[in-house]
């Protein structure tokens, strides 16, 4: 006859004989539950063993194969994870997959804590196994990459990187064109920008633009001449009043140059300024000129210097973003530690309270 110490033994080894690492046992063993929940899990167990076995080591599968017969849930554990057989087994990455696949709707915060401080290169959320490199997904054909890149375009036989850098250029751009030397000086120092003037026309049609241009511009610059020589030389009554009160107030300065560059303050029948009040002006100008220069260096070191201080704060922020993130991860290793060590502590207790037991029942 067969003890049940000989029952057990023949059936973890029917269960060991084809679980070598790398071959999963048959769901529908006789050592296995067969309770639907319990198939469930062990179904979830073999789809990661599938998926995932490959980063796992030869220990932890045998460990995994060991344990296969204690997923079994009760009414006991069936809500409470700490409850469980497996819960008591020694922690390491094995158990936390077992436990994982039987309670997966629950995050069992405590054991993904431990096994993160046990395992701080790991993710939790993953069935990779730890000290081993983790899977990548097949890297596609460059060759193929290229022919998906460069698929033409049925209807306009384009392909579509094209499609797209004419997409992001638009119909009209602006096009640069600088003026032809000719007989004329070049009255501009910076390049002539158009965006339909010099699109689709030919290069003659663009030269005859360009010569008609100069021509009005030299007829606007001569008509220009014509009128400063005409105020220079004629000088208009109550010239000298209106120049002390814009020094006064820079509004009738302001109009008075409106009104010089109009035309409208020109009278072919006053006379024109005079050379003192031309020197004065030219001064007055010059005066404001520099006052503008001025300012305008002064508010650009007042960007750069405030630049500077918000580059500054930037530095000193993330900095202190980086130290509070090591202290945070610092405090979390700390707290795991505890928490294991309140986990053994309380093992070892239960231990000595079943010792205790064992002695007094003894001693009665």
């Known amino acids: 006859m067969s003890t049940p110490k000989d029952s057990d033994a023949q059936k973890m080894g029917e269960l060991s004989a084809p679980s070598t690492p790398g ?29 995932y076995g490959n980063t796992w080591s030869n220990e932890m599968k045998e460990k995994i194969l060991r344990h296969l017969p204690d997923v079994r849930t009760t009414e006991i554990n069936k809500d409470t994870p700490s409850k469980h057989k497996l819960y008591a087994v020694e922690f390491d990455f094995a158990s936390w997959v077992l436990l994982r696949c039987i309670y997966p709707d629950n995050a069992l915060p405590i054991l993904k804590a431990l096994i993160v401080a046990k395992h701080p290169d790991i993710q939790p959320d993953s069935f990779v196994g730890p000290d081993l490199p983790k899977m990548r997904k097949p890297a596609k054909n460059s060759c193929q990459q290229k022919k998906d890149t460069v698929s033409a375009s049925p209807k306009t036989g384009l392909s579509d990187s094209q499609l797209a850098m004419d997409q992001k250029r638009g119909a009209a751009r602006p096009v640069r ?46 008509k220009v001449i014509n009128r400063c020589k005409r105020t220079s030389l004629k000088n208009p009554k109550g010239m000298a009043e209106g120049y002390a009160a814009s020094e006064k107030t820079p509004m009738l300065d302001v109009k008075f140059l409106e009104s010089l560059e109009s035309g409208s303050f020109v009278n072919d029948s006053a006379p024109g300024l005079s050379g003192k009040q031309f020197q004065e002006l030219n001064g007055y100008t010059g005066k404001m000129a520099v006052a503008d220069y ?53 093992r070892e207790s239960k231990v000595l309270h079943g010792l205790k037991g064992k002695v007094t029942s003894l001693d009665k």
């Open 23 to 51: 071959n999963f046992p048959d769901l529908q063993d006789a050592s296995l539950s067969q309770s639907s929940e319990d198939q469930q899990a062990l179904m979830r167990v073999q789809g990661a063993w599938n998926e």
């Open 294 to 346: 001025l300012l305008v260096n002064e508010m650009h070191d007042m960007s750069v210097a405030t630049g500077k201080k918000t580059k500054f704060m930037v530095a000193e922020i993330k900095n202190d973003l980086a130290k509070a993130r090591m202290q945070q991860h610092a405090l979390e290793s700390e707290v795991a530690e505890l928490r294991a060590m309140i986990k053994a502590l309380r």
């Open 177 to 222: 064109c600088e003026p032809s030397r000719g007989p004329y000086p070049r009255p501009l120092m910076h390049y002539v920008y158009d965006v339909v003037f010099f699109v689709g026309k030919t290069k003659i049609q663009i030269q005859e633009a360009i010569f008609m241009f100069k021509k009005s511009l030299k007829s606007k610059l001569s």
